[in-house]
């Protein structure tokens, strides 16, 4: 059954298309069972994020592209995205490369979602690397102007202010033409010039629905400026999500996953929690997903807080046979 809202907007033929999609916070033996298990259950894209070495000591993290790779040789149909690679730790010709090669293994279903890191513990793989964390936007900016036309044109030379090669040709070019959407994740006003002028998609995480309205609204500007037809851009989000038969279940998990770990002196663990996660039960996943669609939201990555891998699994289910029927 349509919401008054929804109705409303089929009548008047303006009911927006939308996606959704769930990332795989899952150990990684289990990630073709998970895309496969998305797969059945109606989502459009199962994400990865990445880290070389997330804090000191560090927790276990793998490589997104990889793991990419192997969700496509397990499944058919859906859409598999990099939520996020951390491009300014990579050379561009190299990225632009795996990028090609994950896209061609998948026929044409990456999501190629691109960020910077840096903060907090993150600094870390940085220094490692070698790379100055200082530079990370200006490098990132430069790189994906290069990789745009790594994929295609041939014989590409460059000369930059992080990067110099000359006559590069990288073939086979992706499945996708002219290359896989290219999504820029972040929340600082840089980022949505980024996405606005060289991305595809925007991709911000941990923002309140204020803050979504407002960085879509500022990342269509940029766009707009620039020239380019924002008609068929992606505003996304990755939302962290916590549905449970038990509204104050539902928030404490929410809580223990995000409030804690972002709390201040000025705002409570669950303040933070409320103001940045989708919680309660499938029905109040409905009125906050169509909060964000009036936000400008078309494209969502649910990212599920549970316990155990037996709840994440519980919560995709129940969002895709409770929620997701009133907005398909």
Known sequence: ???????????????????????????????????????????????????????????????????????????????????????????????????????????????????????????????ILGVPVETRGRRANEMLQVMQRLWTEEHVTHKGEFFQFEDATLLPQPAQKPYPPLWVAGRSEAAMKRAGTLGDGWLPYLVTVRRLKESNEAVRTYGEAAGRDMSTYHFGVVQPTAVADDPKEALAIAVKNVGQRYATPQRSAEDIAKGLCITGTAKDCVKAIQDRVDAGVRDFVFTFLARDEHGIHRQMEVVSKQALPNFR
């Open 1 to 127: 059954m349509l919401t008054c809202r929804r109705l409303e907007r089929y009548v008047s033929g303006v009911t927006p298309t939308l996606t959704f999609g769930c990332s795989a916070n899952i150990e990684a033996r289990d990630l073709a069972a998970f895309a496969r298990r998305a797969e059945e259950l109606g989502y459009d894209r199962v994400v990865t994020g990445e880290h070389v070495q997330d804090g000191n000591p560090p927790r276990p993290t793998l490589l997104s592209l990889p793991l990419m790779a192997a969700a496509a040789g397990a499944t058919k149909r859906i859409r598999v995205m990099t939520g996020i690679v951390i491009a300014p730790l990579y050379h561009p010709v190299l990225l632009a490369k795996m990028v090609a090669t994950v896209d061609r293994v998948s026929d044409g279903r990456l999501d190629f979602g691109i960020g910077l890191g840096g903060q907090r513990d993150t600094r870390i793989e940085y220094d």
